[in-house]
């Protein structure tokens, strides 16, 4: 829990907690496995844009700390400007760009164009 920041809410009920806090135990839940490769569907949906931002940087924190690999599926372009050194953008199934964060951003294509709108 420590390595989440939920060291003081060791004692709460999962009722307890916030969204935020709950995406952080599901975390530590995790860890504990100590995986190579952890997979992330839209972490940072429902929560409000601070708290979206501190999961995010934990994400980083987590890649960086146990040296683990990540694929995070979201839509929130602010989570993945701070998490992805490479992104993709996949429509009906099919990859359509990938790339940068930066190079994305630059795309001609319309839908991958939207998303930084």
């Known amino acids: 829990m420590a390595n989440v920041g939920l060291e003081s809410s060791i004692d709460k009920?999962?009722?307890?907690?916030?969204?935020?806090?709950?995406?952080?135990?599901?975390?530590?839940?995790?860890?504990?496995?100590k995986p190579e490769l952890i997979l992330y569907d839209e972490p940072t949906t429902g929560l409000d844009p601070i708290t979206s931002q501190e999961i995010s940087e934990l994400l980083l924190e987590v890649q960086q700390k146990y040296k683990t690999s990540s694929i995070i599926?979201?839509?929130?372009?602010?989570?993945?400007?701070?998490?992805?050194?490479?992104?993709?953008?996949?429509d009906g199934g099919v990859f359509v760009a990938e790339g940068s964060i930066n190079e994305l951003e630059k795309s001609e294509n319309k839908l991958v164009n939207s998303f930084f709108k």
């Not at 907690?17 to 504990?32: E, N």
């Not at 602010?78 to 998490?83: N, P």
Request: aromatic share 0%.
């Open 73 to 90: 599926i979201t839509h929130d372009i602010k989570c993945a400007r701070i998490t992805a050194n490479r992104a993709m953008v996949i």
């Open 13 to 33: 009920m999962t009722s307890e907690l916030s969204g935020g806090m709950r995406k952080r135990v599901s975390l530590s839940r995790t860890l504990i496995l």
